[in-house]
């Protein structure tokens, strides 16, 4: 009964062929617009890249927050936030 619901498979990565991200295929599409040897190479480089995302069992969202985090470092800081700038520019 379960198996039939539209939202159980949400959460599986879409892959192309074997195990690479399906996300890949816009750096195709790109190369597909403009052939270029540069554009191949970045496209190239790009499957490469979320291959290897994959083999290491990371999603390139929590690829972005691990190097954010290690920018930054552990802790969060209370900052000056946007409303408080705005205020402080009124005359």
């Known amino acids: 009964m379960l ?54 069992g990371q999603s390139p969202v929590s690829l972005w927050r691990w190097v954010a985090q290690r920018i930054t470092g552990s802790r969060m800081h209370a900052g000056i936030t946007d409303s408080q700038i705005v205020r402080s520019m009124r005359y």
Not at 4 to 12: A, K
Not at 17 to 40: E, Q
């Open 3 to 56: 198996s039939g619901l539209p939202w159980r498979d949400t959460s599986i990565m879409p892959k192309i062929a074997g195990n690479v991200d399906a996300r890949v295929s816009a750096f195709f599409l790109i190369w597909g617009l403009h052939m270029s040897f540069p554009t191949f190479y970045v496209a190239v480089g790009g499957t490469v890249f979320f291959t290897i995302l994959i083999y290491l």
